[in-house]
């Protein structure tokens, strides 16, 4: 359980801190972020695996491109759900979950928070 709250923080601080960085991501307030968290987690249990397998033969000719465009549409679509946390545009969406994925890399880096 533990494993599974500082896990939950670390996205959160990590959305929290790409807004920050990230013109085109505002999030209202760290309360925001953490909803925002749990959101972009589900979508990123239930809907990417179905986008990714769906896109699978453009991911393969763009030698794994592609991903980075799923990724900023399931960052995208995760917003539309959470009032105070907005995505502004595709790009900005792809950009954002660029950034999101780096900053979550090295806060669990930091924190020693392993991937199962």
Excluded: C
């Amino acid at each position: 359980m533990g494993k599974f709250l500082m896990r939950w923080f670390v996205s959160a601080l990590s959305i929290y801190i790409t807004a920050r960085l990230f013109q085109n991501v505002y999030v209202a307030d760290f309360a925001t972020a953490m909803i925002a968290a749990v959101i972009l987690g589900g979508a990123n249990m239930v809907i990417k695996p179905i986008v990714f397998l769906l896109t699978l033969p453009i991911n393969i000719l763009t030698l794994g491109l592609f991903t980075f465009v799923i990724n900023g549409i399931v960052l995208k679509l995760s917003a539309a759900f959470v009032s105070g946390f907005v995505v502004s545009g595709f790009l900005g969406a792809i950009l954002a979950a660029v950034v999101l994925s780096i900053v979550h890399m090295i806060l669990s880096g930091l924190l020693g928070i392993e991937k199962d």
